[in-house]
């Protein structure tokens, strides 16, 4: 059982972080948040990390033309943006709501703060 306390400028945290769902940001500790965010994410899957900070390669086939690496390349940008989409409270769901990859929420978030 995990134990919660507030800290000095009244935010709410957790001890310990969870295996199943990522770190939660609504907008203040940024810096921390990128750390915790980048640790889950590569913990997942290191090839999930990969994607995004240097972006999914573009598929130049249609998708019925797709070999498997082209499936793969989908599939971990969609699990990447995925996570990064339940990462963000509404407010800042809303700054990045029309991105499609995780490397553009990523350098959004990133210029933002």
């Known amino acids: 059982m995990s134990s919660s306390s507030m800290n000095g400028n009244g935010v709410f945290m957790a001890d ?3 295996q199943t769902r990522p770190p939660r940001f609504e907008g203040v500790h ?8 980048e640790l889950f994410i590569g913990s997942t899957d290191s090839d999930l990390w990969n994607i995004v900070p240097d972006g999914p390669l573009k598929v130049k086939e249609a998708r019925g033309k797709w070999i498997e690496q082209d499936k793969k390349k989908f599939q971990l940008n969609s699990k990447a943006t995925n996570l990064m989409y339940s990462a963000l409270g509404l407010e800042k769901y809303h700054r990045i709501t029309r991105c499609k990859i995780a490397k553009e929420i990523w350098d959004k978030l990133q210029v933002a703060h």
């Open 16 to 18: 310990g972080f969870s």
């Open 30 to 37: 940024y810096g921390y948040w990128r750390n915790i965010m």
